[in-house]
């Protein structure tokens, strides 16, 4: 299937700081990515639709000034977490459909962060 | 509101057994339904998936089956072992946003031996 590559995997930062999250696809092209958001044994929440090339569509309650997303190329989208604070502390998951259908949701392999 | 109810929320069954996760929607609309295994630390892949025009797709030791009149759909797990230990997803989408998931709650799943 398609990969979809997300870096860091884990990031400790302090309070106050910022933090970018990169989500690529590999092989193959993505006009939409899609970030999570997920708690200890929980499910995951969506966050934010990134698309290329314009405008990140958000959930409602989520902060866009907080949540920067960037979506520069067709295979790569940015998530920053901006003056993170604790309660920002979570597991960030990117996910991209696949090309060739747009419901094979393909998902990296995670970002635990950690705000100290 | 919980758009996609998951049960249970854990689960042990034997080596060898069937491991059921059962879920429930509310949205007439939703027209895909997949389900989704994670391993702590990393990010969900997709198990497999169904269509409300049929009521059964097997994959392997996996199986969905799907009942649209109680809108309910459920996971089997045939032949279950320890490396199915997991948590399992279910999801739910509706045509034109089919890349919106709306996830379950989610089911560990642990297989002893």
């Known amino acids: 299937g398609a990969v979809v590559s997300q870096h860091p995997s884990w990031v400790i930062c302090k309070s106050g700081t910022s933090v970018k999250i990169e989500c690529r696809s590999l092989?193959?092209?993505?006009?939409?990515m899609f970030w999570y958001r997920q708690f200890p044994k929980q499910s995951l929440m969506l966050m934010a639709t990134?698309?290329?090339?314009?405008?990140?569509?958000?959930e409602q309650g989520v902060e866009k000034d907080k949540f920067l997303i960037n979506h520069a190329s067709l295979t790569l989208s940015t998530l920053t977490v901006t003056s993170a604070h604790p309660e920002d502390s979570s597991f960030y998951i990117c996910?991209?459909?696949?090309?060739?259908?747009?419901?094979?949701?393909?998902f990296g392999s995670g970002t635990q962060l950690s705000v100290l | 509101q919980q758009q996609v109810k998951q049960s249970p929320q854990s689960l042990i069954v034997q080596k060898g057994g069937i491991s059921i996760i059962n879920c429930a929607y509310e949205?007439?609309?939703?027209?895909?339904f997949p389900w989704y295994q994670q391993f702590p630390g990393k990010g969900p892949a997709l198990l497999i998936a169904?269509?409300?025009?049929?009521s059964e797709k097997k994959e392997g030791r996996f199986t969905i089956s799907f009942n649209k009149s109680a809108k309910q759909f459920s996971l089997h797990i045939m032949d279950s072992q320890p490396g199915d230990s997991a948590t399992y997803f279910c999801?739910?989408?509706?045509?034109?946003?089919?890349?919106?998931?709306?996830f379950g709650t989610g089911t560990r799943l642990q297989v002893t031996l």
């Open positions: 949205n007439t609309a939703f027209d895909y």
């Open positions: 990134s698309n290329e090339g314009s405008k990140a569509t958000y």
């Open positions: 999801a739910a989408s509706i045509a034109g946003t089919a890349s919106k998931l709306t």
């Open positions: 169904i269509r409300p025009d049929v």
């Open positions: 092989d193959f092209q993505a006009t939409t």
């Open positions: 996910s991209a459909p696949a090309f060739t259908t747009n419901e094979k949701l393909f």
